[in-house]
């Protein structure tokens, strides 16, 4: 066995998802060997010593890993947790994870991909799907929100004399959340609790009681959010529909005249009182730096630049 | 303190990990610490409060950065995306070398966030310090690898652990982050004797050195971080300060971490074995004089 072929073994049995009682399976589960005992499987590439097996001494990483990883979802998702229940999110973990493991250096990255998983599987979140499924969106929502780039706003002075036929970006860090439920309150609830259990140990909470993570009881109600950072904290914005519809077509890159009719399709407000609605959109939007370059300006701006 | 060309000749004193929990405390007290090793991937991001705290940690304080996924033993290529990344916070921290760990842990693209241990063989020790290469050429600043704490050995092994470190620091041409902590770890893991470890290691490779806790099982010990340094730790520590002269000295607290005051004083008690020998060092610098 060559250094890859004896990492790809090892890195199949550390990665073998463990069994209910938290050890190493007793067989192959994956049929990366096709079922075999893994005490055998073990014994072909690690070395036992006088107090623990082949098996034991790989079961070492087998359970490291899972560890990490699963305290590495339950902090990110901790609101799912609530909603969905201890048992449920403990299966949605482990199926998660099993089908997607970290493609990246940074474990920032693990629930990338969970919102798409939940929806193509959605007996793993019960009767309360529909819920569960905002809840991730808020949720993955902060984690972009936290650290993504934060690119030089337009001042209000410059978005004032924007044309009809300009295009605008937003700031990355900017996540807009069309949501069936005001899931926005149920994290932001949750967060408000983290942070009191944080002052009172010293450090950051380890694990958390299930008794204590009940929900809010939200009810079903079309709710329009920015999830967004100002000053290097995490801000929940609520957002009109017509609001959103406008921000979202900004961000696909519609030009503004195309982006308000967006905005505004369906609606009866009067033309006088849709422009100064969006006169107040913009100028708040410009104060909380949203409002930046679109993305082809920047580029013939920094092509420009060139010698 | 022994500047070499591996810690790019800086006499960084006693430092500990940079951790969320003590940022207040540190922005508050301004505490007298010689530097802080951050954890590389931590901000190795575009932005917001992670690098906004780093920039105000940099206005007073040295930091140094410590890596825990650029897996210089994987047999496949390193991500050009991680290596952009981890050179742009080089740019940025103006760290003068860097460290991460002498294993593996990602096959195929898929990561384990773990510090898997190599086989001691010959293929492992060529692609390991082809890779260092790699790597250090492309930061531009001197690279130091660590030893990493173990639980399992390989039947394919062809050599001690510090006979591989050896080989590949040598082949590398780089430097050696010695944790003593883990030579320990590993030499209750695998029962070999860890002063013959600290021995073994080429003393004017040794660019910084990591003291920290861990935790004892029945049949083995794991390299948790969440204790203060053993007894035995301290003499493998003495024994290579002794033999390395004084080096730049980090302990690592990752997990229950208490007060900011209690992890500094505990990473203080290293100068009880560093000023004694940088005092000696003083002393034959002025004989010879």
């Given at each position: 066995?060559?250094?890859?072929?004896?990492?790809?073994?090892?890195?199949?049995?550390?990665?073998?998802?463990?069994?209910?009682?938290?050890s190493?399976?007793?067989?192959?589960?994956?049929?990366?060997?096709?079922?075999?005992?893994?005490?055998?499987?073990?014994?072909?590439?690690?070395?036992?010593?006088?107090?623990?097996?082949?098996?034991?001494?790989l079961?070492?990483?087998?359970?490291?890993?899972?560890?990490?990883?699963?305290?590495s979802?339950m902090?990110?998702?901790?609101?799912?947790?609530?909603?969905?229940?201890?048992a449920?999110?403990?299966?949605?973990?482990?199926?998660?994870?099993?089908?997607?493991?970290?493609?990246?250096?940074?474990?920032?990255?693990?629930?990338?991909?969970?919102?798409?998983?939940?929806?193509s599987?959605?007996d793993?979140?019960?009767?309360?799907?529909?819920?569960a499924?905002?809840?991730?969106?808020?949720?993955?929502?902060?984690?972009?929100a936290?650290?993504?780039?934060?690119?030089?706003?337009?001042?209000?002075?410059?978005?004032a004399?924007?044309?009809?036929?300009?295009?605008?970006?937003?700031?990355p860090?900017?996540?807009?959340?069309?949501?069936?439920?005001?899931?926005?309150?149920?994290?932001?609830?949750?967060?408000?609790?983290?942070?009191?259990?944080?002052?009172e140990?010293?450090?950051?909470?380890?694990?958390?009681?299930?008794?204590?993570?009940?929900?809010?009881?939200?009810?079903?109600?079309?709710?329009?959010?920015?999830?967004?950072?100002?000053?290097?904290?995490?801000?929940?914005?609520?957002?009109?529909?017509?609001?959103?519809?406008?921000?979202?077509?900004?961000?696909?890159?519609?030009?503004?005249?195309?982006?308000?009719?967006?905005?505004?399709?369906?609606?009866?407000?009067?033309a006088?009182?849709?422009v100064?609605?969006?006169?107040?959109?913009?100028?708040?939007?410009a104060?909380?730096?949203?409002?930046?370059?679109?993305?082809?300006?920047?580029?013939?701006?920094k092509g420009?630049?060139?010698? | 303190?022994?500047?070499?060309?591996?810690?790019a000749?800086?006499?960084?004193?006693?430092?500990?990990?940079?951790?969320?929990p003590?940022?207040?405390?540190?922005?508050a007290?301004?505490?007298?610490?010689?530097w802080?090793?951050?954890?590389?991937?931590?901000?190795?991001?575009?932005?917001?409060?992670?690098?906004h705290?780093?920039?105000?940690?940099?206005?007073?304080?040295k930091?140094?950065?410590?890596?825990?996924?650029?897996?210089?033993?994987?047999?496949?290529?390193?991500?050009?995306?991680?290596?952009?990344?981890?050179?742009?916070?080089?740019?940025?921290?103006?760290?003068?070398?860097?460290?991460d760990h002498?294993?593996?842990?990602?096959?195929d693209?898929?990561?384990s966030?773990?510090?898997?241990p190599?086989?001691?063989?010959?293929?492992?020790?060529?692609?390991?310090?082809?890779?260092?290469?790699?790597?250090?050429?492309?930061?531009?600043?001197?690279?130091?690898?660590?030893?990493?704490?173990?639980?399992?050995?390989?039947?394919?092994?062809?050599?001690?652990e510090?006979?591989?470190?050896n080989?590949?620091?040598?082949?590398?041409?780089?430097?050696?982050?010695?944790?003593?902590?883990?030579?320990?770890?590993?030499?209750?893991?695998?029962?070999?004797?860890p002063?013959?470890?600290?021995?073994?290691?080429?003393?004017?490779?040794?660019?910084?050195?990591?003291?920290?806790?861990?935790?004892?099982?029945?049949?083995?010990?794991l390299?948790?971080?969440?204790?203060?340094?053993?007894?035995?730790?301290?003499?493998?520590?003495?024994?290579?300060?002794?033999?390395?002269?004084?080096?730049?000295?980090?302990?690592?607290?990752?997990?229950?971490?208490?007060?900011?005051?209690?992890?500094?004083?505990?990473?203080?008690k290293?100068?009880?074995?560093?000023?004694?020998?940088?005092?000696?060092d003083?002393?034959?610098?002025?004989a010879?004089?």
């Open positions: 066995m060559n250094l890859e072929e004896l990492q790809r073994e090892m890195g199949a049995a550390v990665m073998q998802p463990l069994t209910s009682d938290e190493m399976q007793p067989s192959d589960t994956t049929g990366h060997w096709q079922g075999r005992a893994m005490e055998k499987v073990a014994g072909e590439f690690i070395r036992p010593n006088s107090r623990l097996t082949a098996f034991e001494r079961e070492i990483y087998n359970r490291q890993y899972w560890f990490r990883l699963q305290s979802f902090e990110d998702f901790a609101g799912l947790r609530s909603v969905v229940g201890d449920r999110f403990e299966a949605i973990m482990n199926a998660y994870l099993a089908a997607h493991p970290s493609r990246s250096f940074t474990l920032r990255n693990l629930g990338s991909k969970l919102l798409e998983w939940l929806r599987h959605p793993y979140a019960g009767r309360r799907l529909s819920l499924l905002d809840v991730v969106r808020v949720e993955w929502a902060c984690i972009e936290f650290d993504n780039v934060e690119l030089p706003p337009l001042t209000v002075d410059e978005v004399s924007l044309g009809a036929e300009s295009r605008l970006g937003l700031q860090h900017v996540q807009l959340l069309a949501l069936s439920y005001p899931a926005d309150d149920l994290v932001l609830d949750m967060h408000r609790r983290e942070r009191r259990e944080s002052s140990a010293g450090v950051k909470a380890e694990s958390v009681d299930s008794d204590r993570h009940q929900s809010l009881r939200l009810r079903k109600r079309a709710t329009w959010v920015a999830v967004h950072r100002v000053d290097f904290s995490l801000y929940y914005k609520r957002l009109s529909q017509a609001e959103y519809r406008t921000l979202a077509a900004l961000l696909q890159g519609m030009m503004l005249h195309e982006s308000l009719e967006t905005g505004f399709e369906g609606s009866r407000l009067a006088g009182s849709r100064r609605l969006v006169g107040q959109w913009f100028t708040n939007w104060e909380l730096g949203w409002i930046c370059r679109h993305s082809s300006d920047s580029e013939s701006a420009s630049e060139r010698p | 303190m022994a500047a070499n060309r591996f810690n000749f800086q006499n960084h004193g006693v430092g500990i990990g940079l951790r969320i003590h940022y207040e405390h540190i922005f007290n301004k505490p007298a610490v010689d802080f090793e951050i954890i590389s991937e931590n901000y190795m991001v575009d932005g917001g409060r992670p690098l705290m780093l920039d105000r940690i940099m206005e007073r304080y930091v140094v950065q410590h890596g825990v996924s650029m897996y210089f033993g994987s047999a496949q290529a390193p991500d050009r995306e991680h290596l952009r990344r981890l050179k742009r916070l080089v740019q940025r921290t103006h760290t003068p070398w860097l460290s002498l294993c593996w842990g990602s096959i693209g898929t990561y966030h773990d510090l898997l190599l086989p001691y063989t010959w293929e492992a020790v060529d692609k390991t310090a082809a890779r260092i290469r790699e790597v250090q050429d492309f930061v531009e600043i001197p690279v130091a690898v660590e030893n990493v704490s173990s639980y399992a050995e390989f039947t394919a092994s062809e050599m001690s510090w006979q591989f470190l080989e590949v620091v040598e082949r590398a041409d780089c430097g050696i982050l010695l944790d003593v902590n883990n030579i320990y770890v590993s030499s209750v893991n695998h029962g070999f004797d002063m013959d470890y600290v021995n073994a290691v080429p003393a004017e490779r040794v660019a910084q050195m990591h003291i920290a806790g861990h935790t004892r099982y029945d049949k083995y010990i390299d948790t971080h969440d204790h203060p340094v053993i007894d035995p730790v301290w003499e493998l520590y003495a024994r290579a300060i002794e033999r390395c002269g004084p080096t730049p000295t980090l302990l690592e607290w990752d997990d229950r971490i208490p007060s900011f005051d209690e992890v500094w004083a505990e990473a203080r290293a100068e009880r074995y560093l000023q004694p020998v940088a005092a000696h003083e002393e034959m610098a002025g010879s004089r």
